[in-house]
């Protein structure tokens, strides 16, 4: 990485913080949409911002040449990097992720902005723990510090399970119920092949030092044909809620939903799709504590719905 140095903008500055916040305004896809009068629009508003907000901009200097610019600016119920920019010969040097990670560091609570047509910066921004929250021309991603600090080890994670003598499998067999044991977050760690019974154990685990508020689920389908059931965690911020997901393949990931009863009803509604012909009103939904590692899968299943049994409307 490039040496580099931040600095606070002064009035002298407005004029390059002005050109560049114009070519993040007015990018080249952007150009071609917006007609002459909005692009218009954008530039009186830009040079007023700036001769606004000038001296909250920091000034990004790789030796003595301005390699960039910053700003975080409040928002909702955190902090938006407005602006970020790095002049071409300065990026792919490490500098803006250098940057963005020390701003996360300083806002618990942080929100950027990029165009839909971006797709390099969603990427980037996607790699550095942001996810997409409100879509449009415009969107608004929001950094999620927990799943960003935990991915990489659920990524080592395959679906699968142990039994007691200490043999793995991948996938399920019939006689799973039979032989299923719940390993500890620490086996699990060692062992990489786990149910999502033993994830959510893990990322409980994991979570729980951060000292963040959770809770987790037991979906159960009752049925002679079809017994199926699924294990997730969520966890919340000061406004939204989240699902993180790594067992369940196809939605692997973090899900984010303005409230616990939104989220509880899209995970029930996508695990009843699973289920051949299944009926939603055959679904139970139980929230459970932490159940003592290495008990079968019938006492796992005692421990689930001898806890709090969850209403669905």
């Keep these: 990485m490039l040496d580099y140095k931040i600095v606070n903008a002064k009035d002298k500055d407005s004029e390059i913080l002005t050109s560049i916040k114009l070519v993040t305004m007015i990018d080249d896809e952007m150009d071609k949409i917006l007609s002459y009068k909005e692009k218009e629009k954008i530039r009186k508003s830009v040079i007023k911002n700036i001769e606004m907000t000038c001296e909250n901009y920091k000034i990004i200097y790789v030796g003595k040449k301005i390699a960039g610019a910053y700003v975080v600016v409040p928002y909702e119920d955190g902090y938006m990097i407005d602006e970020i920019y790095l002049f071409e010969e300065f990026r792919n040097h490490g500098i803006g992720t250098n940057i963005i990670n020390k701003i996360k560091k300083e806002y618990p609570v942080l929100y950027i902005w990029v165009y839909k047509n971006n797709e390099l910066a969603i990427k980037l921004f996607n790699n550095l723990g942001f996810f997409i929250l409100n879509k449009g021309r415009t969107l608004i991603m929001k950094c999620n510090y927990v799943y960003y600090d935990i991915k990489d080890k659920l ?3 395959k679906l699968g399970y142990r039994d007691r003598d200490g043999s793995f499998y991948s996938g399920f067999k019939n006689n799973f119920k039979e032989i299923f044991y719940l390993q500890s977050p620490k086996q699990l760690l060692d062992s990489k092949i786990g149910s999502c019974f033993d994830q959510v154990e893990l990322e409980r685990d994991l ?3 951060m000292n963040v508020e959770l809770r987790t689920y037991f979906i159960n389908y009752p049925s002679d044909n079809y ?3 699924h294990a997730f965690l969520i966890y919340k911020d000061n406004k939204n809620y989240y699902w993180l997901e790594n067992a369940w393949v196809k939605y692997k990931g973090i899900h984010i939903y303005d409230s616990k009863e939104e989220l509880l009803m899209d995970v029930l509604n996508k ?4 289920v ?10 139980y929230m459970y504590e932490k159940p003592r590692y290495g008990i079968n899968y019938a006492k796992f299943l005692a ?3 001898s806890n709090r049994s969850i209403k669905i409307k």
């Design 303 to 305: 421990n689930c719905i």
């Design 207 to 209: 979570i729980s030092k």
């Design 227 to 229: 017994d199926m059931s």
């Design 155 to 157: 990524a080592e994670i």
């Design 271 to 274: 695990f009843v799709k699973t």
């Design 276 to 285: 051949p012909n299944g009926e939603f009103k055959k679904v139970r939904l």
